[in-house]
């Protein structure tokens, strides 16, 4: 069992930038895959990225490409996802999950999510 706390959500302006941590607690950090995923009202959650347990692959929708960024360090048992240039559709709640495939790219290679964290960007 692992347990998943996003946080770092919030309102910002068009072209600004944020960062969102998960903390995980339980299961060993090290065995997940970790993977973040956005819901926007009305809409189904959608896929960002994903990193592998070691950090050493990572993929991206092509909508994040080039402005979110994923890490992961399993000593402390967080993954981070850096968000540049942000803009408003990228507005939703962000929600971090763990599983164990790879690629990892739908829900239903996840077991474990948080909570989410609302982001607002503002035009």
């Known amino acids: 069992q692992v ?6 959500g919030g309102l910002v302006q068009a072209g600004g930038s944020l960062r969102l941590s998960c903390a995980a607690s339980g299961r060993s950090f090290d065995v997940y895959v970790m993977g973040w ?11 960002v990225g994903s ?5 050493g692959l990572i993929s991206y929708d092509d909508s994040v490409k080039g402005r979110f960024t994923i890490s ?46 609302q982001v607002t960007v503002s035009s």
């Open 3 to 8: 347990q998943l706390v996003e946080s770092g």
């Open 37 to 47: 995923f956005r819901q926007a009202p009305g809409k189904e959650r959608e896929f």
């Open 72 to 117: 992961r360090s399993n000593d402390k048992s967080t993954v981070s996802l850096q968000m540049n240039s942000l803009k408003p559709e990228d507005t939703a709640v962000y929600y971090c999950a763990a599983g164990t495939r790879w690629p990892a790219e739908v829900k239903d290679d996840y077991y474990y999510w948080g909570q989410g964290t």
């Open 51 to 55: 990193i592998t347990w070691d950090g």
